[in-house]
């Protein structure tokens, strides 16, 4: 897989370890039914886990654009996996908007800043399964929940998200991927009980 995401020469390499390590992250915890990667950008998380559990019916990138990398990506990765990227979509638009089943696989990999929170949003409205890599966290914007005396604000951030899923109902686990990859690398993934 590195070596065609290499030959397709559009992402910058921490893209390839980013999503690698986010994928095997949340399939650990969350297998089968369709992937929907909200400000999914170039959707590399998204196709790598269709890749890993071939009972993911689709994958659907929602984003408000499609980047310029998309067609190159898909490009490389239909000459080894043709049948994977027929079921990997890309579709611009607001992610408020997405029609979402009940067997939804929801996430938010660097959705910057308040689309992590629109994630959880849409998570909690819809009780799928979700996994955000929250990123860009704003003093204005986020609410620290009064911690920041105890935590880094974008630590205190991250918390009040982990508690606003579990409050709602979901079995919460948080994880990291290495920090080499990304400074931005905790991962916060939520079950619905159901």
């Known amino acids: 897989m590195a070596r065609y995401i290499c030959d397709a020469a559009c992402l910058p390499e ?16 969350h297998r089968g039914g369709p992937v929907f990667d909200l400000a999914g950008g170039h959707g590399l998380v998204a196709f790598l886990i269709l890749l890993q559990d071939r009972s993911t019916p689709h994958a659907t990138v929602v984003d408000m654009k499609v980047p310029a990398s998309v067609q190159k990506l898909r490009a490389v990765l239909a000459t080894r996996w043709p049948d994977l990227v027929e079921r990997w979509r890309f579709e611009p638009g607001d ?33 799928s399964r979700v996994a955000v890599l929250p990123c860009c966290h704003s003093r204005d914007k ?41 400074p931005k690398n905790r991962l916060l993934l939520g079950t619905p009980q159901r």
């Open 14 to 29: 921490k893209e390839w370890y980013e999503s690698w390590a986010v994928a095997r992250k949340v399939m650990r915890r």
């Open 95 to 127: 992610l408020t908007q997405v029609d979402v089943p009940d067997d939804a696989r929801l996430l938010g990999i660097h959705a910057c800043g308040s689309l992590t929170d629109t994630v959880l949003e849409r998570a909690i409205q819809t009780r």
């Open 142 to 182: 986020h609410d620290s929940g009064g911690l920041e005396g105890w935590l880094p604000h974008d630590v205190a951030v991250d918390v009040i998200r982990a508690r606003t899923l579990a409050a709602a109902g979901f079995k919460v686990h948080t994880a990291t991927i290495d920090a080499s990859i990304t």
